[in-house]
């Protein structure tokens, strides 16, 4: 018993941002607003929501590995491939029935990992740090890219299915809950949108947890300073490595999620540009801290996408200002300067006050 | 693209209301075409145009009294060469903006993409661009070449002319190892041989060991199923290290139009089958031409995409005032008939029924030393064969898929 | 066949591919091997060099003058793009990439509103050469010779000169360098825009052989990345042999096996390489000094 409840007094710490009852209320009204929201709009807009939050789950994943732990990952849509292909194979080999599309998605994340545990352990025990674990990354992910887009003919077949090559597979179940009087199909509404608020709120406290438990600690330490951490008796190695391979899980639910959210992927998901947008996000929003990662990604995101809506032929420029302008004006992350901007000032008008 | 999305959000407001409306409120009503096509990005160059025609098409109907009576609206989505945001997009279009029908799409990938969510929604989409063919599916129209179209047509013209050794140069992904496997199989009946064949990935933009393969295989002629901007570079560098073989093709000039962006001679003795391009020298050509031109002054050429674009939207036009409706099952029924036909600036085009793919004109375009444009030999009504001969009959079933030579429709 | 021809066929691809993997990678390896600026909008600069290389060209101008224009325009871009925004931030050179991501989608899509979609080539010059049954392109051959020549200046340029003295100095210890008088801003404005100059010196050499258009720099990207990262910070010493490995590899690979497995073949170097020498290259070379 003590030790549940102390999972939950883990929910805050010294890793993440926000504490006490404020933070804790705030939320929960987040949480109401963002389980009304549907009633008060159309599928569409639900539809699109869900889209967003399903690059959240990579987002978070790169804000473990590079913002708490400090090893940039360029190739975080390696395992966001290897799951959504994953996915894919698995459901168009065994279809939906019987709840076949949740085995699925949890084996497509267990291949993802399964990738990040061998190529993690080739990485950290190797020594390979800083930027050359970026470019490893890279490499790998652009190599399956590579190799994925050429795999257009019919001698590329896992069972049914066909990898179809750069054109992208599909017609692959969406997730299917079996139910009484006939399973429920997730499309990419209403329901889709429940059950991925559900996962994003489960991965968010846990991951808080996570990051304010020792193993957090450690991994901050890690990232602060390795030598002094590995002095201290922590094998640093295994901690990367662990973090990595969540991180590769979380990367591979992101593309389970989008494979289902659009029944459709292809290997450009897996290439430079997609690449470096999870790089983009977090870095906007505020990479070492989860809250800020989330927000900031959704921001971007809609963000991007209103502009290239109404910012007609201007609007990849727009964009580009505007990166460059958080950068230069917000170092820490959009999100994370907000905070810490507005903390100041109350912080301030108390000594004022006082 | 920001007024045209605002007056789609007003009118978004409106439709429903007006389902039944006739004669008297029809202006209020105005049938809705959602644009999706790639105004930046890798493909921008190709298909700006698209967006263009599609305008100019839309402005010419609304001069002239619009589809039975209701004006026709364009809502236009910069798609940035991205294939998630053909998928945003779509959903917004269908959805949100609640289109009667959708044109979209450039490149394969993005087109299969976006069709799981017409099929999803039960929409109805263009797809006005050359591409491998065999997609199957109700929900789709497809009015650009397909290679059966443009091979069985250049092929034996370039082994008459030039001689039987073969040697093929594609773009390695669906639309060049379909188009190469088409190649091959017309090089073979026609008694000829594959010298050689190499598959590049998309985005290699270096070319020196191609070319060395290419004279070690010592072929009559190549043909180059090149893609994309960086693979174009081949051409320079061919003419650079002296190639000089006579080269087929069905994407570039009339896509991509090389020809005018490479110095002469680098495109010498390009030979292209291509159902469009702004030299075809035919009265309705140039009437096309000259329109376009006048709107659109600084366009730098009129591709065939760009003409496939223009006459969808008068079939589309012709579709629905025979059907009396939007609704794609009654427009289905036109299709059906096996009539839908019109002048279009290549000539005669008519829908077959069974694949919903479109017959052509082929004109085949030499590029000259000067890079001028003639044409030895032009072909009519072409029809999309394979699809319907393959099996696929959309008049008695829809599988929504997409086939190929080696992947062919089940047999019933 | 007879055997010089195929010796020389195999010297000919590997100096074509050793070109482009050194000319694409030397820009880079300055800002980002020396300066640690991860600049994701190289291609841009490489962009840029080919556009007022072809510009030039069209304008009238022969064409070693065109490239020399398009390098000293890629280099004052450079300058302006250190000055407002690279500047502030060294001390955290992770934010570079959403910066220089941010730049390269306005230079992308600016070039594509400004100029148009595409841009008319101008034409590789000198024609063709015969070795036994191949011909070849002499300006291929002018290619490998500059990028040689490139490594050389560099050399000379870090080694011997009183400005890449100053700036090596600079970057490896800024406080001491400028405690000693050096006017640390400039001589970091001056090594970017060098770095950006050479990437517009590579944009003006592949100009002629290219399809210029906006997005044209994401063919160099993957290449030039690469090649600097394993190479490791030191210009010469870690480009030079890397390219030279990279090239034998990529190469080999695509005449055994075709484009597919050239580039892949790269990629797994890469990593092989990174794994066998974690300091890259020049890490190795230079044990006693990292």
Known sequence: MTGFLGLFRRLEGPQTLGRGPAFWALFALVLAGALAYPLFSDGYTVGNTVYFFVWVFIALSLSLIWGYGGSLSFGQTAFFGIAGYGYGILTINFGASYGFTWIALLLAIGMAALVAALLGYFMFFGRIGGVFLGIVTLAVTLMLERFMAQTAGPEWRIGAARLNGFNGMSAMPPLTIPWFGGPIVLFADVGLYYVVLAMLVLVYLALRILMNSSFGNVIVAIRENPERAEMLGYDIRKYQLITFVIGAALAGLSGVLYTVWGQYITPSSMGMTAASLPLIWVAVGGRSDLTATIIGTLVVLSGFQALTIYGSQYALVFMGVLLVLTVLIAPNGLVLGLITWVTKRVARRKQETA | ?412 | MDIATLVFSALYQFGDAFAFLVLSACGLAVIFGMMGVINLAHGEFIMCGAYVTAATVHAGLPLPLGILCGTLASACVGVLVELLVIRHLYERPLDTIVATWGLSLIATQGTLIMVGSTMAGVGTPFGSFQVGAYSYSIYRIVLFVAALAVLGALYALFNWTRFGVLARATIQVPHMAAALGVDTRLIYSLTFACGAGLAGLAGGLYAPTMTLVPTMGATFIMEAFVTVVIGGADVFLGTAPAGGILAIVKSGMTSWQGQLFGQIGLLIAVIIVVRVLPKGISGFVLRERT
């Open chain 2, 1 to 412: 693209m920001t007024r045209s999305g605002l007056r789609g959000l007003r009118a978004a407001a409106l439709t429903g209301t007006l389902v039944f409306a006739s004669g008297a409120y029809a202006a209020e009503n105005p049938i809705k075409l959602g644009v999706l096509e790639d105004q930046s990005g890798d493909f921008a160059a190709a298909t700006i145009g698209k967006v263009h025609a599609i305008q100019l098409a839309a402005e010419e109907i609304n001069k002239s009294g619009g589809i039975m009576g209701r004006p026709l609206e364009l809502v236009t989505y910069d798609t940035q060469s991205d294939n998630t945001r053909y998928q945003e997009f779509m959903r917004r279009v269908l959805q949100r903006d609640k289109v009667d029908v959708v044109f979209a799409g450039f490149s394969s990938a993005s087109r299969e993409a976006y069709r799981p969510i017409v099929d999803q929604f039960n929409g109805f989409a263009f797809y006005n661009n050359q591409y491998e063919g065999g997609v199957c599916d109700g929900h789709m129209v497809v009015t650009g070449a397909v290679p059966e179209q443009q091979f069985s047509t250049l092929i034996p013209y370039m082994m008459q002319t030039y001689g039987k050794k073969v040697y093929t140069l594609a773009a390695d992904y669906n639309f060049g190892q379909i188009s190469a496997e088409w190649v091959r199989k017309i090089v073979k009946e026609n008694g000829g041989e594959m010298a050689g064949e190499e598959f590049i990935p998309l985005g290699v933009s270096q070319f020196s060991q191609s070319i060395q393969n290419i004279q070690k295989a010592k072929p009559d002629f190549v043909v180059t199923l090149l893609v994309g901007t960086a693979q174009a570079s081949y051409y320079e560098q061919a003419a650079s290290a002296n190639v000089n073989l006579p080269m087929a093709s069905s994407v570039n000039v009339g896509q991509g139009y090389e020809h005018k962006r490479f110095k002469p001679p680098s495109l010498k003795d390009m030979y292209v089958t291509t159902n469009y391009i702004e030299e075809i020298d035919t009265p309705k050509s140039k009437e096309f031409y000259a329109k376009f031109k006048a709107k659109f002054p600084s366009e730098p050429y009129v591709n065939q995409e760009a003409e496939n674009s223009y006459l969808a939207v008068y079939l589309y036009k012709q579709m629905v005032e025979r059907a009396k409706s939007t609704n794609r099952d009654e427009i289905r029924k036109v299709i059906a008939t096996g009539d839908v036909c019109m002048d279009a600036p290549e000539g005669k085009v008519c829908i077959d029924p069974k694949s919903q793919h479109m017959s052509h004109t082929i004109y085949l375009a030499k590029v000259g030393a000067d890079h001028s444009i003639s044409f030895p030999k032009i072909w009519e009504d072409i029809k999309p064969y394979w699809l319907g001969e393959a099996g696929c009959d959309l008049t008695k079933k829809d599988p929504m898929a997409q086939y190929t030579p080696s992947n062919p429709p089940p047999k019933p």
